[in-house]
């Protein structure tokens, strides 16, 4: 780090990044035995409740976001790791980056008005199995 930066997170998740990728896994492992029940005549009932409980978990995974808020200068900053659209940065209340899914990514944007006009935000994520590192760095403009 030089000094023209500023950490304004340094953070670990585990527990909702369990719930993404654990409930997301059942949903889909539960629906594997729910589509040849429903060729078994006796056991329509079970494949079809077994395909909508997988439904239900998918949903719900897909619902759980990892997310963080900070500000910069008066300015909020959040970033935001969804398990099926990937991640954002967002810089008050607007989309300045987005990333695809990946294990490790990097978003920037920079500050357009207001206090610190020029300064660039950038969030660096891990996105591992059991655990979701991100760190959000702010760099001021480089003085002429």
């Not at 492992?29 to 395909?51: E, N, Q, S, T």
């Not at 910069?72 to 954002?88: A, L």
């Not at 980056?97 to 969030?123: C, H, M, N, P, Y």
């Not at 996105?127 to 480089?142: D, E, P, S």
């Amino acid at each position: 780090m030089n000094e023209r930066e500023t950490v304004l997170l340094d953070a670990v998740e585990t527990k909702g990044r369990i719930v993404q990728n654990g409930v997301l896994l059942f949903g889909a492992l539960l629906a594997i035995p729910g589509l040849p029940l429903l060729a078994v005549r006796d056991a329509r009932w079970i494949g079809a409740g077994c395909l909508v409980a997988a439904a239900l978990l998918i949903v719900w995974a897909t619902r759980r976001r990892i997310g963080w808020d900070v500000s910069y200068k008066g300015h909020q900053v959040r970033f935001e790791n969804h398990p099926i659209f990937g991640e954002r940065l967002i810089l008050d209340d607007r989309r300045i980056s987005r990333g695809a899914l990946g294990f490790v990514k990097t978003l920037d944007g920079t500050i357009e008005q207001g206090e610190g006009a020029g300064d660039r935000i950038v969030s660096v994520s891990e996105a591992g199995l059991l655990r979701f590192t991100c760190r959000i760095v702010a760099i001021a403009k480089q003085p002429r």
